[in-house]
């Protein structure tokens, strides 16, 4: 897993200097970087459509912007990060004293050489960001002020791959486009999202996977809007977000707290023993609260390390390459791919000789076991999964129930599928 987390580290080095909004070329460039990894469907809505509640805004596109001093130079310059602007600002050129200017700098006092990410998508206002010792180290005179951005009718971009399934049923697994230089939040989940739909089209996977590239809360609210009609396809859903620092894994459940979903993660963090932690669903986070919704009330979950907001990086400059590791992303990767394989897996099965115990022996299953190291796991395995092949409990019953790995339990089932045991 190394080499790929190697991997999923330098895409996320790469898009790092791009800025990025809710709309603009710079979603637009991030997606044709990830296009070269997978074929997307990318979807343009126009500015002032009507979704659910809201309306897509105007699209928003900057070239430059900076502060000059007296002399020129640039005590503040865009171009050294994408971050030194607020989202969305509009329009200036103007030269003003520092006492004025003041009232548009955002800073973070307690972190003094960070820069702090800020937008204003919805009210128009133009500011910059910049390190709290910068601002302490201009002196007072009038600064030269220039925000070289359009906002104007455009569009809203989001994009779709599709990994096909044996059945129509859906999984969604969604990122956020809209962060600008933030590699946590959420260029490591882009990354890790991408590489699982990578991994998954070398499979032939049971469900279809529907991986969905989109700015945040506008973005998952235009395509739910988009696809309310089909809605019902969906029947599990994860949304990946700070997936490549050093903490410990963290899994937010979904609204209903006891969707399949739910119970997969929880069964594969606790069974893989690494650290980490659950949390009860909040209204409040990344694009799950959307697909949470009550009147979609969909099974979606979050995975994350350490959740939004939960370490000091978060939103600011120090959310930089440096700060995401290979190892992190490779095995929030692993836990992904785990969960997916349990869940592809899960069924209700119906034991056809329901009336005692079956003869093992004679069907050659305890032949089978033979020499195995783990000959009494699978003998274990079968006998749970014939006593409770009722046509009611999931392979995920069994195995919570039995406190058996479910991938015992998943092979004892197939084993006696094959014998006539049991049947879908």
């Not at 430059?64 to 989202?87: C, N, P, Q, W």
């Not at 994860?238 to 739910?262: F, M, P």
């Amino acid at each position: 897993m190394t080499a790929v987390g190697e991997e999923m580290h330098a895409l996320v080095e790469r898009l790092y200097p791009l800025c990025r909004s809710i709309t603009g070329d710079g979603v637009r460039a991030t997606l044709d970087i990830v296009g070269e990894y997978l074929p997307l469907n990318v979807h343009e809505v126009p500015t002032g459509t009507q979704v659910l509640d809201w309306t897509v805004p105007q699209e928003w596109n900057i070239r430059d912007a900076y502060i000059a001093d007296s002399t020129g130079r640039r005590v503040v310059d865009f171009a050294e990060s994408s971050l030194h602007v607020l989202g969305y600002s509009v329009p200036v050129s103007r030269t003003m004293p520092l006492t004025e200017l003041r009232q548009h700098l955002h800073t973070l006092p307690d972190h003094p050489n960070w820069v702090p990410y800020r937008t204003s998508y919805y009210k128009p206002e133009w500011g910059f960001c910049l390190a709290q010792e910068t601002l302490d180290a201009l002196p007072d005179g009038d600064y030269e002020v220039r925000v070289d951005s359009t906002l104007a009718d455009g569009h809203l971009t989001y994009a779709e791959h599709v990994v096909p399934g044996q059945v129509a049923d859906e999984v969604i697994v969604s990122c956020h486009t809209c962060h600008p230089s933030l590699a946590n939040d959420n260029l490591a989940g882009i990354a890790v999202a991408t590489f699982l739909a990578r991994a998954l089209a070398r499979q032939t996977p049971y469900y279809t996977y529907r991986f969905i590239y989109a700015p945040g809360t506008i973005g998952a609210i235009t395509w739910l809007a988009r696809n309310a009609e089909r809605i019902e396809r969906v029947k599990h859903g994860l949304v990946l977000a700070c997936a490549g620092d050093t903490g410990q894994l963290t899994y937010k459940q979904s609204r209903r707290g006891n969707a399949e979903i739910d119970r997969v993660l929880r069964h594969v963090l606790a069974a893989s023993e690494r650290p980490h932690r659950v949390d009860e669903f909040t209204p409040y986070g990344y694009d799950e609260r959307q697909y949470c919704s009550p009147g979609f009330n969909l099974g979606v979950g979050s995975l994350s390390r350490t959740p939004y907001a939960g370490y000091p990086e978060y939103h600011t400059s120090a959310d930089n390459p440096d700060f995401v590791s290979p190892e992190a992303m490779a095995d929030t990767l692993a836990v992904c791919r785990e969960a997916f394989a349990v869940l592809d897996r899960n069924r209700r099965y119906l034991n056809l000789s329901p009336y005692g115990e079956p003869q093992l022996g004679r069907r050659g299953l305890y032949d089978a076991l033979g020499g195995r190291s783990d000959t009494k796991q699978a003998q274990m395995a079968m006998l749970w999964v014939l006593n409770l092949s009722d046509g009611e409990h999931s392979l995920l019953d069994v195995a919570e129930r039995s406190g058996l790995p479910f991938a015992s339990v998943a092979g004892a089932a197939d084993a006696l599928h094959e014998a006539g045991l049991i049947k879908t």
